[in-house]
């Protein structure tokens, strides 16, 4: 159980840095790239089990909130890829963004249940 912790710890700080990174190149970087940073964060100390469960719980239930809240914005699904270099529409803007919280909101779930399962006292 503790390797598994690690290792997804290392792969979501590796995913999340991805995400905060290509966030440089949307319009509105300064509202993406701190809660990608801050999911990887999370993941890291995750990765060394130092987890602070009212820190992970409170993260998950923004992360969530907030990629509910934009899923609900869109007026359509249009999907999440466009065809050749077109310009992506403001669906599949707002569609990407909920699903990339709601991946964080997956790794901090993993993270909780990893960290139970684990027999660790902390949460």
């Known amino acids: 159980m503790k390797n598994t912790m690690k290792y997804l710890g290392y792969l979501f700080t590796l995913i999340f840095l991805l995400f905060a990174y290509w966030q440089l190149n949307d319009p509105d970087p300064i509202i993406w790239i701190p809660p990608y940073l801050i999911s990887a964060y999370i993941a890291f100390r995750?990765?060394?089990?130092?987890?602070?469960?009212?820190?992970?719980?409170?993260?998950?239930?923004?992360?969530?909130?907030?990629?509910?809240?934009?899923?609900?914005?869109?007026?359509?699904?249009?999907?999440?890829?466009?065809?050749?270099?077109?310009?992506?529409?403001?669906?599949?803007?707002?569609?990407?963004?909920?699903?990339?919280?709601?991946i964080t909101t997956l790794s901090f779930v993993l993270f909780y249940v990893l960290n139970k399962l684990s027999g660790n006292k902390s949460c």
């Open 46 to 102: 995750a990765s060394q089990e130092k987890i602070n469960c009212e820190v992970l719980t409170l993260a998950t239930i923004m992360s969530f909130a907030a990629g509910l809240q934009i899923w609900t914005e869109m007026d359509a699904w249009e999907g999440f890829i466009t065809d050749g270099l077109s310009m992506k529409t403001h669906n599949q803007e707002l569609a990407r963004e909920a699903v990339g919280l709601w």
